[in-house]
T-cell receptor, first 113, second 109 residues
Framework: EPEVTQTPSHQVTQMGQEVILRCVPI?????FYWYRQILGQKVEFLVS????????KSEIFDDQFSVERPDGSNFTLKIRSTKLEDSAMYFC???????????FGPGTRLLVL | GEDVEQSLFLSVREGDSSVINCTYT??????LYWYKQEPGAGLQLLTY?????DMKQDQRLTVLLNKKDKHLSLRIADTQTGDSAIYFC?????????FGAGTRLFVKA
């Protein structure tokens, strides 16, 4: 069964460093998403992406964040200058259409020291 | 704004039924979901229901939707210790999925 994959599974970085989280969505899906879950808290929407453009973003998704589909298979989330409070599990998701079920990857656990 | 509320904890004995409840606010949601998250793991889509349905059954799982009251429930029959996890209710239908805080299910042997 096709699934969303994410790399790395864990990342530790120093405050102020840039990180890139990678995702490979399900191959026939056209809509891509990033969510985050701070330890013990809700899963929060960050951004949705379609046709090489951001469709919607939350107030969390500020100028330090960016997303990109650099090739036909990868979808990345870049955090430019990480802060301690960026420590969280980051989930990628994809769907066939804008109102279709979103399938989630296993997540990348980011720890900022 | 959009919000999803669910109780934080539920404890049941092995073999009993578990019922996890959820309320949501966005009446335009197309889908309502239940996700399962085991410790340190990702989000597993358990089941979902279209907003124009009242009930969906899938093996041990039964989802009930009361659209008038914006109330969703997940019933797990014959609960096993392997069902111990956090269960997230979520609503979707636009570009984003809105999650509840999760209900931690404890199953006592």
């Amino acid at each position: 069964e096709p699934e969303v994959t994410q790399t790395p599974s864990h990342q530790v970085t120093q405050m102020g460093q840039e990180v890139i989280l990678r995702c490979v969505p399900i191959s026939n899906h056209l809509y891509f998403y990033w969510y985050r879950q701070i330890l013990g808290q809700k899963v929060e929407f960050l951004v949705s992406f379609y046709n090489n453009e951001i469709s919607e973003k939350s107030e969390i998704f500020d100028d330090q964040f960016s997303v990109e589909r650099p090739d036909g298979s990868n979808f990345t989330l870049k955090i430019r200058s990480t802060k301690l409070e960026d420590s969280a599990m980051y989930f990628c998701a994809s769907s066939e259409g804008p109102q279709e079920t979103q399938y989630f990857g296993p997540g990348t656990r980011l720890l900022v020291l | 704004g959009e919000d999803v509320e669910q109780s934080l904890f539920l404890s049941v004995r092995e073999g009993d039924s578990s019922v996890i409840n959820c309320t949501y606010t966005d009446s335009s949601s197309t889908y309502l979901y239940w996700y399962k998250q085991e410790p340190g793991a990702g989000l597993q889509l358990l089941t979902y229901i279209f907003s124009n349905m009242d009930m969906k059954q899938d093996q041990r799982l039964t989802v009930l939707l009361n659209k008038k009251d914006k109330h969703l429930s997940l019933r797990i029959a014959d609960t096993q210790t392997g069902d111990s996890a956090i269960y997230f209710c979520a609503e979707g239908g636009s570009f984003k999925t809105i999650f509840g805080a999760g209900t931690r299910l404890f199953v006592k042997a």
